[in-house]
């Protein structure tokens, strides 16, 4: 069965949500220096590259990553709708509507605007510039029972030129129990249809979201 990788590799140069924390890796044993083993240690924060958003990101008592159940990030009815935004630029109710037959029997939603191309000719657009969500948009999605998660290639679901219209469709979205919204997708090279979409985060108990990898079967 072919896969496909829709997340990002992570690395110190990997843009962040308005060029917050970024990733230090620091050695603490190498085998070049003597000794029998490499060991790192990684700090970063829990919002970086491809990650996955839980209700606890925006809901005060909403679960937390490692309370959602291992069926919660696996999705077998994946529909991909095109939607096309540049800088700052909000996905809306109607853009979505024009999708309604492909979103009614979704489980997940891969939404590719193409923004992912800033990621490399332009990071600081990318960090800073990005598109996001309208509430109006959060609402209307809100009302689809089976949908369980969207994943899209910009950085954050909050426009960081939107700021308050994106908290409130982060609110919106993440008060459905199980849903999942995974921020900074690498869709560049999306299937055109997919039979089964696993979204593999780390189970860090306490925190609310954490960084994960994506990957399709189609």
């Known amino acids: 069965m072919p ?21 230090v890796i620091t050695p603490i044993t190498q085998i070049s220096k003597g000794d029998s083993a490499n060991t790192f240690e990684l700090r970063f924060g829990n919002h970086i590259s491809t990650h996955a958003d839980c209700q606890k990101h925006f809901i ?3 679960k937390g990553v490692s309370d959602y159940s291992l069926e ?3 999705f077998e009815k994946v529909s991909i709708l095109r939607i096309k935004k540049d800088k700052g630029e909000l996905i809306e109710e109607n853009d979505l509507a024009k999708y309604e037959k492909d979103i009614t029997e979704a489980e997940f939603l891969l939404i590719k605007t193409d923004f992912q191309v800033y990621r490399e000719k332009d990071k600081n657009a990318y960090q800073f510039e990005g598109p996001g969500f309208s509430a109006n948009a959060a609402k209307y999605l809100r009302n689809y029972e089976k949908l369980r998660g969207i994943g899209f290639d910009f950085i954050s679901l909050s426009s960081p030129l939107h700021r308050q219209e994106g908290r409130e469709a982060h609110r919106i979205l993440l008060s459905k129990d199980r849903f999942i919204i995974v921020e900074d ?6 299937p ?13 108990e306490e925190i609310d979201s954490s960084p994960c990898t994506v990957f399709a079967e189609f």
């Open 60 to 62: 005060d008592g909403g």
């Open 3 to 23: 896969y496909a990788l829709l997340s990002h590799k992570i690395n110190v140069n990997t843009p962040t949500y308005m060029g917050n924390t970024k990733l």
């Open 72 to 74: 919660d990030f696996i």
């Open 185 to 190: 997708m690498n869709l560049q090279k999306l």
């Open 192 to 204: 055109e249809k997919i039979r089964k979409l696993y979204v593999i985060p780390l189970f860090f």
